[in-house]
């Protein structure tokens, strides 16, 4: 069974940076994305990579000031997360989905258990 861990969430001031991580373990079969939930609000894609790194889609402004990548030899994905802003802060996840050029199947396999950001003003 595939797990998913993530990491790298925390508490930091508006215009900081960070750098969330996603570690796979087991093989899957599919690709990678990363979600984010806000307190009270439904969950909402971000942005999603290939299982080689061919592929990559961001949903909405995500790709602004956000940047998806992958260490193949580390099975780890990263959201790296520019120009924080409060509106960012979030609960937020990884998961096995399917990643096209244009967009994200959902739901096809496990999440992780979320890491915080939390972004003051």
């Known amino acids: 069974q595939v797990q998913l861990v993530e990491s790298g969430g925390g508490l930091v001031q508006a215009g900081d940076s960070l750098r969330l991580s996603c570690e796979v373990s087991?093989?899957?079969?599919?690709?990678i994305g990363w979600f984010r939930q806000a307190p009270g609000k439904e969950r909402e894609g971000v942005s999603c990579?290939?299982?080689?790194?061919?592929?990559?889609y961001y949903e909405g402004s995500a790709m602004e000031r956000f940047t998806i990548s992958r260490d193949g030899a580390k099975n780890t994905v990263y959201l790296q997360m520019d120009s924080l802003k409060p509106e960012d802060t979030a609960v937020y996840y990884c998961?096995?989905?399917?990643?096209?050029?244009?967009?994200?199947?959902?739901?096809?396999?496990?999440w992780g258990q979320g890491t915080q950001v939390t972004v003051s003003s």
């Open positions: 087991g093989f899957s079969h599919y690709d």
């Open positions: 990579i290939g299982k080689n790194g061919e592929v990559t």
């Open positions: 998961a096995e989905v399917g990643c096209f050029s244009d967009y994200m199947i959902r739901n096809l396999g496990s």
